[in-house]
């Protein structure tokens, strides 16, 4: 499944567009962030998402994990949010 | 119920330590940060919490919620994630 990497710089309504969108196919969307910028864009998209898909009769919780991404050949620790029904 | 609140100084065990202590008391905790480092330390903290009560067999979740505090006298935006058993 593709995974939804935001950055600090992402509109939190596009990516809450983007989570609605891969939950309403997949049932499951997971969102990815490094840095405390791009974590709080992320929790903020998820929060707009689950507003979206409120409307459909859908109540989505987030789990927040860590986990381990290469970015230019180096570990880097990300946040990890995955977005499922309740 | 109490709420816990976190800033970009928290630390992330303590906070999930909290978070895990209110979760075996009331079954339900909510943590409130305002700007990015503290929203990104308290989903760390969430993170952290999950693999405490993962010990004790919880399977606990976030749901991110927008809310308005009041912050001497001025109205701030923070992040509210209601931690609850899945």
Chains 1, 2 share one sequence.
Do not use: C, W
Request: hydrophobic share 45%.
């Amino acid at each position: 499944m593709n995974v939804i990497k935001v950055s600090s710089d992402s509109r939190t309504s596009a990516v809450a567009g983007a989570i609605a969108g891969v939950i309403r196919e997949h049932n499951r969307a997971e969102v990815q962030a490094i840095g405390a910028g791009a974590v709080n864009q992320a929790v903020k998209a998820v929060a707009i998402a689950r507003g979206y898909l409120q409307e459909d009769g859908l109540d989505v919780v987030s789990i927040p994990e860590f986990t381990t991404v290469d970015i230019d050949g180096k570990e880097r620790t990300a946040i990890k949010l995955v977005v499922v029904p309740r």
